[in-house]
């Protein structure tokens, strides 16, 4: 009996361990240069689409973060009254500065993602893999994995890989489970070249 409170007990200790104090070990938790609200630019103030900041190229690539010239379009001087509007307009772009920007969904190297056959092709919505990210009111903290360097959002914030949500993790498993679900073949090399 007494060896079965043990295990129990060593059993107990190390779930702890594995699910909390190690992703909390794991990640580092790092600022963005500057807040940015998604909500203010594609809510009902400025109500700019995804597209018009986040945009494919002519030749089907996608450009990801917008160069700060995208954002002097509108912010050559400040709108606002934020210390981050502020920020912006003098450090960067009067300045010509690209900002430094932690971004969540980089990949690893080895792995493309098309964002042309997904958007437009497959007529997926950006909040599929990216969640309510287009209506925050401000950016989460960037959680960088100490080992792979990769951010969190890539893995999912579970540790044990139980998803939150539809869009939580965009792991290779995800990307294959989603094509299955549509009926869309997988090959190594759509992705991997």
Not at 70 to 94: F, M, N, W
Not at 148 to 172: C, H, N, P, R, V
Request: some cysteine.
């Amino acid at each position: 009996m007494k060896s079965i409170r043990w295990f129990v007990a060593g059993f107990v200790v190390m779930m702890l361990f594995g699910w909390v104090i190690f992703p909390a070990i794991l990640y580092t938790h790092e600022e963005q240069p500057l807040q940015f609200s998604h909500k203010v630019h594609s809510g009902e103030t400025v109500g700019l689409p995804c597209q018009d900041c986040h945009r494919l190229s002519a030749d089907g690539r996608f450009e990801g973060v917008p160069a700060i010239a995208k954002c002097a379009e509108c912010h050559a001087e400040a709108i606002g009254s934020t210390a981050d509007e502020r920020l912006l307009v003098e450090e960067y772009v009067k300045k010509g500065r690209e900002i430094p920007w932690l971004v969540y969904a980089r990949g690893p190297q080895n792995a493309s993602f098309p964002h042309a056959s997904h958007l437009i092709g497959a007529g997926l919505a950006c909040e599929r893999c990216h969640g309510s990210q287009g209506t925050a009111e401000s950016l989460p903290a960037f959680r960088r994995n100490r080992i792979s360097g990769e951010s969190q959002a890539i893995w999912g914030t579970s540790i044990a890989g139980f998803k939150m949500a539809e869009w939580d993790g965009m792991k290779m498993d995800d990307c294959a489970r989603c094509h299955r679900e549509r009926g869309v073949a997988n090959t190594c090399l759509k992705c991997h070249k």
